[in-house]
């Protein structure tokens, strides 16, 4: 056999739905495994909610396979085990106990595969009071701190205006079930793999909470820019839009002054060292900002960044779309749908030498593989016909 993918011969035996689970066997998916994505017969709870679910389907569902079972019936739990028999990787972030229900849970399933990597992703992870909570990103946003520092200072707490725990959870969790699946190659013991969205949160927050437990203070929400230093973070409207930019040590300030033709302001003593810039900050954004107003975003951007100053001009999705640099990273990718037609969807950040594509078949139908799926676990063309006329499986 070639194996032209690091994980070609990998079978994934996907039980996730929504964003955390699939986002981490996307990956593996991307790296060549054959990933199973395991649905109800009325399909995952993203078919049911309209564009944000289509778009969660197509963006962490690409190139699986789709089989549709009624895991209440027995025999639908009989197809489940050997499947997961076929299979190298188990991942679920179903609600907690359902799996167990099914007969399907950690300790079962290494009990009778002691080889198999078993990764569950939960909300609030499996030991402390919350293990059964149902756990949505924005629960964590919420529980983690992440919300009570972001926002405005006199306004309302504010969550991240994405998905970002359940995507950065989906990427720890395939972070780790590579280490897992390495280490049982070396050994071949298999392994559980726990994150919960609850501690991928806290830990996007390592700054925050580095700084908090060094020196007791708390972290308070204040719109843009950073507490301890200055200018940095901090917003600059531009006659056609606006940037942001840091340039808080003393040498970068100075430069920056001088770039916009206001080195006045670096000499002002209200604004001599990083504390004085931090007392005096609205003082300072205040003239850096009449400055940047005679500009156009490109001008400013030019300026800045070919001069060594850190700086981003605030895009919006189509400015991002038409960025030469995104652009440059074919991080937009065609896929083809079930149905044959071209659509765009986003591919995985990363890039491998060795891998210079990803996968152009889109996300599939409910229930499209099933047939396919359950010849090669030796079921007859008669007995998946019987199976879906009892409505244990679905086909397409």
Avoid at 20 to 36: N, S, W
Avoid at 217 to 245: C, F, H
Avoid at 354 to 373: I, R, Y
Wanted: charge should be negative.
């Amino acid at each position: 056999m070639i194996i032209d993918k690091p994980l070609d011969g990998v079978r994934v035996v996907d039980f996730g739905q929504f964003i955390a689970a699939p986002a981490a066997t996307q990956v593996l998916a991307d790296l060549g495994a054959d990933v199973i994505k395991v649905e109800p017969l009325h399909g995952e709870s993203a078919r049911g909610i309209g564009p944000a679910g289509e778009a969660m389907l197509q963006n962490y569902n690409r190139g699986k396979r789709a089989i549709a079972l009624d895991l209440k019936d027995p025999k639908a739990q009989e197809i489940a085990r050997k499947l997961i028999a076929s299979a190298d990787v188990v991942v679920q972030n179903m609600r907690p106990g359902v799996m167990e229900s099914f007969g399907l849970g950690a300790d079962e399933v290494l009990a009778e595969h002691p080889w198999m990597v078993y990764a569950t992703v939960s909300g609030f992870g499996l030991h402390g009071p919350s293990k059964l909570r149902p756990g949505l990103d924005i629960a964590a946003q919420a529980e983690s701190g992440m919300m009570w520092v972001t926002g405005e200072a006199d306004g309302e707490p504010q969550k991240v205006g994405s998905q970002i725990v359940d995507a950065a959870s989906g990427y720890v969790c395939a972070q780790a079930i590579l280490a897992a699946y390495i280490r049982r190659l070396r050994t071949g013991e298999g392994d559980t793999v726990e994150v919960s969205l609850l501690e991928v949160a806290i830990h996007l927050q390592a700054t925050n909470w580095g700084q908090y437990l060094i020196t007791g203070k708390e972290p308070m929400r204040k719109g843009n820019g950073q507490a301890a230093i200055a200018p940095a973070a901090d917003v600059m409207t531009t006659k056609d839009g606006s940037l942001v930019l840091s340039a808080y040590s003393d040498v970068h300030f100075v430069r920056l002054c001088r770039l916009i033709g206001r080195p006045d302001v670096a000499e002002d003593p209200r604004f001599a060292n990083n504390a004085l810039r931090v007392q005096n900050r609205p003082a300072m954004l205040a003239e850096l900002r009449a400055a940047f107003s005679t500009m156009t975003s490109d001008e400013a951007m030019t300026l800045l960044t070919t001069n060594g100053v850190v700086a981003g001009k605030i895009n919006t999705y189509p400015e991002v779309m038409r960025s030469a640099d995104v652009e440059a990273t074919g991080l937009f990718i065609e896929v083809n749908d079930t149905d044959g037609m071209s659509t765009t969807t986003l591919g995985s950040p990363w890039h491998l030498g060795s891998l210079p594509k990803f996968s152009s078949q889109g996300d599939p139908a409910l229930g499209q593989h099933t047939a396919d799926v359950l010849a090669e676990l030796g079921y007859s063309s008669a007995a998946v016909d019987a199976l879906t006329a009892d409505k244990v499986v679905g086909v397409r």
